[in-house]
């Protein structure tokens, strides 16, 4: 995968049964947490998905590789998969939203339905001029191919997400944006959060899904 060439996604996992409605949850899993999963669970009741894609971003926008590597993030994944068999895993070679569906396309039949899940402060990036060259040129390409459901994570709530969506720049493009409201608790959990209690040796089985747990209790990796 060269995130200098054309965005490609190849599998790591794959369920072995054909989906039409696909929801994809592309994050840095550093590690996954229960904030992660609460995403998955109350979108997929609000829109059946019939598959959840975990796509971790061979580079990613904002983020360095620190923590767990990325071949330890994906055992990790597929360690949880194996009592999920809905999910399946995937790695990008790039890491904005415009170049991952070129590649989620590119390995779907052309009928699959795509919705990416992401928190508010992803949503914030989706937006921002920065990521692109013609910005209102390549949003309109995404979202002409896939839609969004933004829950409530990352400093924002729902009210936050509405107003971001009806700013001028924003509002032709707020059709494509689903609003997800996420309990507080779940809300708050961050991988930030999880990584800083495992350093001082602090429990975090509230936070982090038990196959989670029990993978990192076999491996020292923060």
């Known amino acids: 995968l060269d995130p200098t060439g054309m965005p490609m996604v190849k ?64 055992d990790m994944l597929q360690h949880f998969c194996f009592s999920h068999p809905h999910f399946s895993i995937a790695v990008s070679s790039h890491g904005r939203f415009a170049d991952k569906i070129r590649g989620i396309r590119a390995i779907y039949p ?55 969506l009806q700013l001028p720049e924003n509002r032709r493009y707020a059709h494509g944006i689903h609003p997800l409201q996420l309990d507080a608790p779940h809300a708050r959990i961050s991988s930030t959060q999880v990584r800083q209690l495992l350093s001082e040796g602090r429990p975090v089985d509230h936070l982090i899904p038990p196959e989670i747990i029990e993978y990192l209790a076999c491996h020292e990796i923060y």
């Open 110 to 164: 052309p009928e699959t339905h795509v919705s990416f899940i992401l928190g508010y402060d992803t949503l914030v990036r989706l937006f921002d001029p920065k990521y692109y060259e013609d910005r209102d040129a390549e949003l309109n390409t995404l979202l002409a191919q896939c839609d969004f459901i933004a829950a409530n994570r990352g400093g924002g709530n729902v009210s936050s997400v509405d107003a971001l």
């Open 11 to 74: 599998w790591i996992y794959r369920r072995p049964r054909r989906s039409s409605r696909l929801g994809v949850l592309s994050a840095s899993f550093n590690p996954l947490t229960n904030a992660h999963i609460a995403m998955i669970d109350r979108a997929s009741r609000d829109y059946h998905f019939d598959e959840i894609l975990l796509l971790l971003a061979k580079a990613n926008v904002d983020k360095t590789v620190f923590g767990a590597t990325l071949a330890e993030r994906l």
